[in-house]
């Protein structure tokens, strides 16, 4: 029985939110910048005043993180505490969601520990309070991950909640979570082709039509001028990214160097569909190809809202999320050994060196 148990999911589950959660919370409190740190903070307790976004103040990004921030101040109370406790659930979530993505493509137990775990400490750490860009990029990866799930593991109700986390990811921030979901149904419409699944395209506008509606209800119930939420969540963000698109100054260093080694874990994808192609079948395995064309698009879109936003760079998290996949399609073939061996070595690296660099060394803060 005891054997059982410590070889069972539940010890996994539980040291990946006792270490997602903690990691967080830890390195969240190291540090701040107010300007950005607390940007939610004070919506949040204003919330909890009884003021609206877009009606008693401009807001151009972010009324969902608002809203969840003030309900963690009504429940546990306005304190740091309750604060950094917002990065660190979301951190707890996302960990868990790529554990089960893994765990049903049969990811060994102990390197699915290990990327999930790389991931989490990647992941929010870096900023450990919420923030919009990484909200907006999670919400978006997390839909991603749960369309890797459902085409292995079918469960007609869940397809229901892709578009719910795009529509969640877009109320946090309008990029990249747009980019995204453009990827996305780009890659859903390749995905149809080959499965015939066309119910999903019922469920999906279900879905969408039901997130558009609960945005008009929200607009009326609080009074809400539909101009001066157009203004400021459509028009005004607009000219933001069309400054730094006319000011985008290309440079080997900002575009490649940077990123170099999500670069070098991308070369191992292309590989893998190369591969794919060669091998003699009469018919290509369509999850495989879409779930590797998926990570190539997802990484690049994240790669360009990095170059135009210019903030710091936040996406390493993509690493252990790219290698795991990666492992699951090379550890299985033996002739593929000394591939699997250097991509947890390569993972292993690069999550050391991100984490003194962003988590122990805050250099965003």
């Given at each position: 029985m005891i054997?059982?148990?410590f070889?069972?999911?539940i ?7 006792l270490?997602?959660?903690s990691?967080?919370?830890f390195y969240?409190?190291?540090?701040v910048l107010a300007q950005d740190?607390?940007?939610y903070?004070?919506?949040g307790?204003r919330?909890?005043?009884g003021?609206v976004?877009f009606?008693d103040?401009w ?8 809203y969840f921030?003030?309900f ?5 109370g306005?304190?740091w505490?309750s ?5 660190s659930?979301i951190n707890v979530?996302?960990?868990l969601l790529?554990y089960?993505?893994?765990s049903?493509?049969?990811?060994n137990?102990?390197l699915?520990?290990f990327?999930t775990?790389?991931?989490?400490v990647l992941?929010n750490?870096s900023m450990?309070?919420?923030f919009t860009?990484?909200?907006s990029?999670?919400?978006?990866v997390?839909a991603?991950?749960l ?9 007609k109700n869940l397809?229901f909640l892709?578009?719910?986390l795009?529509?969640?990811a877009f ?5 990249p ?7 996305f149904l780009?890659?859903?419409?390749v995905y149809?082709y080959?499965?015939k699944?066309?119910?999903?395209i019922k469920t999906f506008?279900?879905?969408s039509?039901?997130c558009?509606?609960?945005a008009i ?7 809400i001028?539909?101009?001066d ?7 005004f963000?607009?000219t933001?990214?069309a400054s ?5 100054n ?6 490649l160097?940077?990123f ?15 591969l794919?192609f060669l091998?003699?079948k009469?018919?290509?395995?369509h999850k495989k190809?879409?779930i590797?064309i998926?990570l ?11 170059l135009?936003?210019?903030?710091f760079?936040?996406i390493f ?6 290698a795991?996949f ?8 033996k ?15 690069s999550?050391?060196?991100y ?5 122990e ?5």
């Amino acid at each position: 029985m005891i054997k059982y148990f410590f070889s069972s999911k539940i010890v996994d589950v539980f040291i990946i939110i006792l270490f997602s959660f903690s990691i967080n919370k830890f390195y969240g409190s190291i540090g701040v910048l107010a300007q950005d740190t607390f940007a939610y903070y004070d919506t949040g307790f204003r919330i909890l005043q009884g003021s609206v976004p877009f009606k008693d103040y401009w807001t151009v990004s972010g009324p969902i993180i608002d809203y969840f921030q003030a309900f963690l101040f009504y429940t546990f109370g306005i304190s740091w505490k309750s604060y950094i406790l917002n990065g660190s659930l979301i951190n707890v979530a996302l960990s868990l969601l790529l554990y089960k993505v893994f765990s049903e493509y049969e990811l060994n137990r102990y390197l699915n520990l290990f990327y999930t775990l790389s991931f989490s400490v990647l992941a929010n750490p870096s900023m450990g309070a919420p923030f919009t860009d990484h909200y907006s990029a999670f919400f978006s990866v997390s839909a991603i991950l749960l369309f890797f799930y459902l085409i292995k593991q079918p469960e007609k109700n869940l397809w229901f909640l892709i578009p719910v986390l795009f529509f969640i990811a877009f109320f946090s921030k309008q990029t990249p979570a747009t980019y995204l979901l453009c990827v996305f149904l780009l890659v859903f419409i390749v995905y149809l082709y080959f499965s015939k699944n066309l119910y999903l395209i019922k469920t999906f506008f279900i879905s969408s039509l039901s997130c558009t509606v609960f945005a008009i209800i929200f607009l009326v119930v609080f009074d809400i001028n539909f101009y001066d939420f157009f203004e400021q969540y459509f028009l005004f963000p607009q000219t933001i990214g069309a400054s730094r698109l006319e000011k985008y100054n290309f440079t080997i260093n900002n575009t490649l160097s940077n990123f170099k080694i999500l670069y070098l874990f991308l070369s191992f994808v292309i590989v893998n569909i190369f591969l794919q192609f060669l091998e003699k079948k009469e018919k290509i395995e369509h999850k495989k190809f879409i779930i590797n064309i998926l990570l190539i698009l997802l990484t690049f879109t994240l790669i360009f809202h990095q170059l135009l936003t210019k903030n710091f760079i936040f996406i390493f998290f993509l690493i252990p999320l790219i290698a795991g996949f990666m492992h699951i399609n090379f550890f299985k073939q033996k002739k593929y050994a000394l591939v699997s061996f250097f991509l947890i070595g390569l993972t292993l690296f690069s999550t050391i060196k991100y984490h003194l660099r962003f988590n122990e060394h805050r250099k965003m803060l």
